[in-house]
């Protein structure tokens, strides 16, 4: 086993070349009627990475389905060792997620935010249908997570009142203000699942490497959100490394809210995958803060007309 994944299979495989040399492949499998979706997901995703960012991606060699078992489907890649045991370094992680957003801004295939394959957070679908409004495509993408946390732990009435104020209160409020008064967005591809355990040295030359995308694009700033969960020890050093390469979006006042607004579909992501009444504890106290941060914020400045 190479790897971890609470989903599928991993493996390394060792192949021998026309010249005698060894390679080394890495692949996931998994099997079930949701496995072909998740692996032509995860294929596409790290393609749309390796374009930008070839370096810092193990390159993507192949999806499909077993000919001998077609209910099993695989994801194949090159394979890099890379180390384990530690966390990236701040300034290495902004150096390697500054990298894929500033070399991938502004090529977005149609200029709009999304991708054209459904993209999966472990085994949990999410809506990356292309939209031309950042806080429209915020809130299908959210409203998609939320079905599946419900699907998996049943409806609750407060999870459901707070779910609503989120959707219709609070990303209006903080994403809005992004794309009026003169400012917009440029899409840039978000890797989405920046994790350290997606996130990792390699072991010859410390160079991060990242893989296991759950890819689309969008504003750069929703990668950052990872880094405020404490449960992946990323932290505020990393999104100020981040800063000093790749500005804050306008209005700047609003970033810490903006962050927690895109940090708060880890949390319902985690509600999703656990059936463990901590996680939607979590998921519901996030929501409330965000709920009674609109009554202290003000609105910010508006251009003149």
Known sequence: MVG????????????????????YLFQKAACGKTAGAIMKGSFEADMALFAFIPTR?????AQGAYVNSPNTHFYLSEFIKMRDNKLPCPSSWAAAVSDLHLNSMGWSPTGKFGLPTTTHLADVPVDNSWNASWESFWTQQMKSLFNQEERVNGRNEEVSVL?????????????????????????????????????KPRADTDELCMFDACAYWGHNEADLAICRNPRYKLGYPCVHEYQKRVPVSEP??????????????????????????????????????????????????????
């Open 252 to 305: 700047e006042a609003d970033f810490d809210a903006r962050n927690a607004v895109y940090a708060l579909k880890y949390h319902v992501l985690l509600s999703a995958m656990h059936r463990n009444k901590i996680f939607r504890d979590v998921l519901i106290a996030e929501l409330q803060s965000l709920v009674d941060r609109l009554d202290y914020d003000t609105e910010p400045d508006h251009d003149q007309p």
């Open 57 to 61: 991606v193990p390159r993507p060699i």
């Open 163 to 199: 779910r609503t104020a989120y959707l219709e209160k609070v990303i209006p409020r903080y994403l809005r203000p992004l794309e009026v008064d003169g400012r917009s967005i440029t899409p840039c591809l978000i890797h989405s699942d920046l994790w350290p355990g997606n996130i």
């Open 4 to 23: 971890k994944s609470s989903w599928a299979t991993t493996s390394r495989i060792t192949i021998r070349l026309p010249d005698g040399t060894k390679a």
